[in-house]
């Protein structure tokens, strides 16, 4: 038999814990990392498993980022007060399918996790100024009727499946219960960070499992980025000229969809 | 990793036919083809998501409803002469972003559709895919073969518009590599003890890296499972779209320099050895759009 691919430091004893992912790859707008961090430093998380990433990443030499090398990582941690399992992890290169159940074996077989949260951030067409909504996908109806009262919007969709998807393709067959949180990111922020959906979906987790998180620290966060945002509009007249279009409701052509987007990130980059 | 059968025909000492996507997709068109002129019926499959990363979700109302994988399927029909298994693959299993089958889940793969084969009591497997050959594109492509056993070879040299590979122009030694699953299947029939044929259309060197189907050489294919299983077919309905795919390759031709058309003109008489400077020449004149990236595959002398 097989063996699990998985490295395991500690087998604590929670009692059905929830199982929350967030992917650091395609990771829009930071949303997953950035939820995932804050959940796991404020509610005092404690790494006791991960995945070996041989068979699921290529070894082939090392990527690195702004002068930092990147190493696959697939983590594990529990919450113990709140019960909840955390999982932060680089979307596998290959062997998706073996990397999500060695996941799920993990959760299920010495958790016994029985509902499952994935984190993505979604690109939304629409400006910064406008609120946010987390669209939603369930892999069960009833876990869709448990939520109906989160003000959480359904999603429709026919194409390429995100890796959360599939994770939550996979737990349907095991009987697992999930739900994708699918938060809008205005297109301009996706590369860099958008406090205001990160803030929207640790208020929908701090609300669901009761967690007391005091989350008034994203409002300075956003005031701060709404007012940079702000005066590059009042420096800028075509940065302001397109946010303006999408406040109306209108779509950018190509060009001023790149343009606004690079003079955003390029913004935001400067304090990061 | 699991193979699924809905039904377990009763067969005996079956043939089976796989096909895969590759250069031109001759293979898989000569497969398919087959498959449907003897109305073979579906009665298995292999579960894909071992294998292949799903293609398409469905979502309504915030319900995921289905996710698409590449179908492996079985299918089988019994003639008069002989029965059939056949083995359709829609993508080849692979590691990485590489195109065609590499790795050990190509390997756990051939292994399953041998196993169904096996199971059945196949003695003999067919494959099919490209040869890529430096031969001229208004010729009729030959068919390629290479096989498991010196003892199949006095028959398969009786097959019409067939040649061995060590007796194609410049391949003396019949010496190369089949990639992919087509080559990878011959291999462990062998070694699981089953005969085992790869049966290759011949196709331009030039258009082996332009992403269109080659139908002219499944025909060429076609006609050799024809005389195989002893069986009349009229390919007549793969004319349409062998004339539309002759345009396009047509209108590529008629940007070749005047040259350049007269060195390409002559595969048309003599035929060559080794693929020319015009191989390369000709890459030029083929439409972006019909350019594919990836690594190489298909049948090559070292």
Redo the contacts between chains.
Sequence with gaps: MERDPFEIYESPHLKTPSLIVGWQTQDVGKLGSKVIDFLKEKLAGREIAEIKPLGFFSFGGVRFKEDLVQVPESKFWICEKNNLLLFKSDEPEFGHYKFLNALLNFAERHLQVKELYTLNGTISLAPHTNPRRVLTVFNQPEIKNRLKNYELEDMTWEGPPAISSYLLWVARRRGISGVSLWPEIPFYLGPREDPQAVKLTLSFLNRRFDLGLDLGGFDLEIKDQNEKIAQLRRENAEINQYINLLEKGHRLDEEGQLKLAQEVYELLGKEE | MGIKLYKKPKLENPMMFVGWPGIGNIGLIAVNTLKSIVRAEEFGEIES??FF????????????EY?EFPNNKFYYQRLEKKDLIFFVGEEQPT??SRMYARGEKAYKMANLVLDVGLKFGCQRVYTSGACVSPIHHQMKPRVCAVMSSERIVKEVKKYRNTILMSEIEGRKEGEGVITGLNGLLLALAKKRGLESICLMGEIPDWLSGVSLPYPKASKSVLEVFAEILGIRMDLSFLDKMEGQIEEIIESFYSKFPHEMKEEYDQRKSVAQAKPGTVTIQAQIYIDDRFKKGGDEGGERPI
Aim: aromatic share 12%; glycine share 12%; net charge neutral.
């Design positions: 998501w071992d990363y799903p293609r398409k979700v469905s979502i309504r109302e915030g319900l995921l996710l590691e990485g």
